[in-house]
């Protein structure tokens, strides 16, 4: 008996165990308006129903530096590097502000999300893509703020001296953006079984700040061993370069920052792949 | 062609807490797994799924061994009790969580509808949330702009478009949230139990809808439901899961069957029907009730039976003024008979406290078709009271009027009742 067979051909396979090194990016480039629906959705949805709205933007940097220049300035006297404290605390504080929202609101990515992720599956990575891009917006905001406050000071006379590494600045901010990231879908991956890293976390992430040269400049921590180890932290040699390009004081070093940008590369990878497999059967045990 | 093929699928659950529960076993399925290169070891153990029963192992199978395919532009109806493994089998299948074991291909693009409005954000707006729901369910934003006229319109909330949802009433966010699935174009569409929704006017629309996508525009369609009407309205196959496992596939209309006879048979099977009364005046007590002349809830009549008779014995302290009241329904509850003399006729019994006894003989109609019914008994002042009630107290099995060489009428294509000629 002839029989003739359409051929049969399949353009997905679900199974149990997919390697782990499948990411499809194709699928999460094809999903690019999901993700700009979701920024615009986290952009709209913050400051819904607040009389200040985006203002709320510039109020919380324009409140952490004052706090930060009567205490760190004020009562602890710390050194500054000759640089007027209004600015020196506001350039390291947006730079950590976008590192730390872009860290805490992507490490909630399968807990807050589970009831949408129960429902319909789409590329999970889009969540967290769409919370690094939303901030920008933010970013942005703070940054023209501190141009402000940088012209003012400027044109009083202040000694900054604006230099050639300014336009390394959209670099750092990839980089931040790359750590915030690979920190926060780790976490979040992790939270799914074990809780136990969420308020482990928050926490760390505080304490963290202050192992950063925010609130001081790395060329005050003299003791060498400790300076080692500040420099470890991937985000000092970000901070301060960052600085370094604005302010012209600060610790500029290829070798750091090739380093922070190395370890931000195998970070991202890690923790994509991790998640990656962790979105395939979160649901079960979310 | 085949548009889906599930190739021994299983999904194991581990009971109570989550993940395996400790480190240590964590810790050993990771070292068998991934170090020794070996298959999961806790996949081995494990129960099938039946959820009344207490289990002997923590770890039970939602799924097992599912093993069947779907041919393009099939209307598949799920069914089966809760905890059958229905809404697992469309979670693996949309994609939510990954089978255990087995593999299912997919030739197409699949739309999974396991709930309306995911995704809908309070503080936004009805149109921004259609963007963003739509944009959920795979379409893009062209897409979703080229048919928001229509979206719209289907929903019926256009005065409200510019309102954030949260302002919405229940029943207008689900008709939005409907209305937006109604518009996807995949190959493949999964629907989970959303028809239930909304007014009895937008339900009409909305299985009107469903009717267009399934039959009219050849898409392959995976719906679960327990409405019986609606799968039977949408579906041409079904799909019966019990415990897990995959119990019958055929036909719908074969698969309803399967699954209204096994509901009714396996679980209620020696039981008596006064066990069956659901409610009663206090000073009313039944005894004894016989239909067919069997006190349990099942019989089957005789291809040219022609009466039924019905048995009724009790006690009462009061006295009543009553009838006896039938109704025979469809399984899924339509009625389609009733022997309600006292209202028509208006001749009503006056009990006098003490035992009583009803005893009557209930012509069925000559040529009765082929099927299960259900029988509901009562006794009542029409109009007035109901002196007991037992809702669903018999399964009737008929095996269908016919003459030698003939066929027997049949309840799904043909009717209740053959008519004749004169």
């Not at chain 1, 202040?158 to 920190?183: E, H, K, Q, S």
């Not at chain 1, 790395?218 to 901070?239: D, G, H, Q, W």
């Not at chain 2, 194991?12 to 240590?24: E, H, N």
């Not at chain 2, 399967?258 to 029907?273: C, G, I, P, V």
Request: glycine share 8%; proline share 3%; net charge neutral.
């Amino acid at each position: 008996m002839r029989k003739k067979e359409q051929k049969q051909y399949w353009t997905m396979r679900i199974r149990p165990h997919e390697r782990l090194w499948h990411i499809d990016l194709g699928e999460i480039w094809r999903y690019r308006d999901l993700t700009e629906l979701f920024v615009r959705r986290n952009i709209v949805v913050q400051y819904k129903q607040t009389i200040l709205g985006p203002l709320w933007y510039l109020i919380q940097p324009v409140l952490t530096v004052i706090m930060n220049m009567v205490v760190f300035g004020g009562i602890a006297k710390m050194s500054t590097d000759g640089i007027p404290q209004a600015i020196f605390y506001m350039a390291g504080n947006i730079c950590w502000f976008y590192f730390a929202d872009c860290l805490n609101q992507s490490s909630s990515t399968f807990t807050a999300n589970q009831h949408m992720f129960g429902k319909v599956y789409f590329p999970r990575l889009v969540v967290p893509i769409a919370v690094v891009i939303s901030n920008l917006l933010r970013f942005a905001i703070q940054a023209g703020l501190f141009v402000v406050i940088y012209l003012y000071f400027f044109f009083n006379g202040a000694d900054l001296a604006v230099n050639w590494a300014i336009l390394l600045t959209p670099v750092f901010v990839v980089m931040l953006a790359g750590l915030g990231l690979g920190f926060g879908i780790l976490i979040s991956s992790l939270t799914t079984k074990y809780r136990d890293f969420t308020i482990l976390f928050t926490f760390i992430v505080q304490l963290w700040m202050y192992a950063t040269p925010i609130v001081y400049p790395l060329s005050m921590v003299e003791e060498s061993s400790l300076r080692t180890l500040i420099l470890a932290n991937p985000m000092t040699s970000i901070i301060e370069a960052f600085k370094y390009a604005t302010l012209g004081q600060g610790y500029f070093s290829w070798l750091a920052l090739g380093y922070s940008f190395l370890f931000m590369s195998v970070l991202l990878l890690f923790s994509i792949v991790i998640f990656n497999k962790v979105q395939r059967n979160f649901m079960d045990t979310v | 062609m085949k548009a889906i093929e599930f190739n021994h699928v299983g999904k194991q659950y581990r009971l109570g807490l989550v993940s395996t529960g400790t480190f240590s076993r964590d810790f050993s399925r990771w070292w068998a797994m991934n170090v020794l290169g070996k298959e999961d070891p806790f996949l081995k153990i494990g129960e099938t799924n039946i959820r009344s029963k207490k289990g002997e192992s923590d770890f039970v199978w939602a799924l097992k061994d599912i093993d069947f395919s779907v041919e393009q532009g099939d209307v598949v109806g799920i069914i089966g009790k809760n905890g059958a493994g229905k809404s697992t089998l469309l979670k693996l299948l949309s994609r939510v969580t990954a089978p255990s074991i087995g593999e299912i291909n997919v030739c197409g693009r699949i739309a999974s509808l396991l709930e309306v409005g995911t995704g809908f954000h309070p503080e936004m707006t009805g149109r921004e949330n259609i963007y963003m729901n739509g944009a959920i369910m795979g379409m893009t934003k062209a897409e979703i702009t080229r048919k928001l006229d229509e979206i719209v319109d289907f929903s019926g909330c256009e005065r409200y478009l510019d309102t954030p949802v949260k302002r919405y009433s229940s029943g207008m966010k689900v008709r939005l949230g409907f209305s937006v699935a109604a518009h996807l174009e995949p190959e493949i569409l999964v629907v989970d139990e959303v028809l239930a929704v909304g007014d009895a006017d937008f339900q009409k629309k909305a299985i009107g809808k469903m009717q267009d996508v399934a039959k009219g525009e050849g898409r392959t369609v995976l719906f679960v439901s327990h409405n019986m009407a609606s799968v039977r309205n949408l579906c041409q196959k079904g799909i019966v899961l019990c415990d897990g496992m995959t119990d019958f596939i055929g036909t719908a209309e074969e698969a309803i069957d399967h699954y209204l006879k096994s509901a009714t048979t396996q679980t209620e099977n020696q039981k008596l029907m006064t066990d069956c009364i659901g409610y009663c005046k206090s000073y009313l007590k039944i005894n004894e009730i016989q239909i067919n002349n069997t006190p349990y809830t099942t019989t089957s009549l005789s291809p040219r039976q022609e009466v039924l008779d019905v048995l009724i014995k009790g006690t009462t302290k009061e006295p009543m003024k009553c009838e006896v009241r039938m109704i025979i329904k469809k399984l899924d509850g339509t009625p389609l008979a009733g022997f309600i003399e006292g209202c028509y006729t208006g001749q009503l019994c006056n009990i006098q406290p003490g035992e009583f006894t009803f005893e009557r003989h209930i012509r069925l109609p000559k040529y009765l078709a082929d099927g299960y019914y259900i029988i509901a008994l009562y006794l009542h002042e029409p109009h007035v009271q109901d002196f007991f009630q037992a809702q669903n107290c018999q399964t009737l099995h008929v095996e269908g009027f016919y003459e030698p060489y003939a066929h027997p009428l049949r309840l799904s294509t043909e009717g209740f009742i053959g008519l004749e000629s004169v």
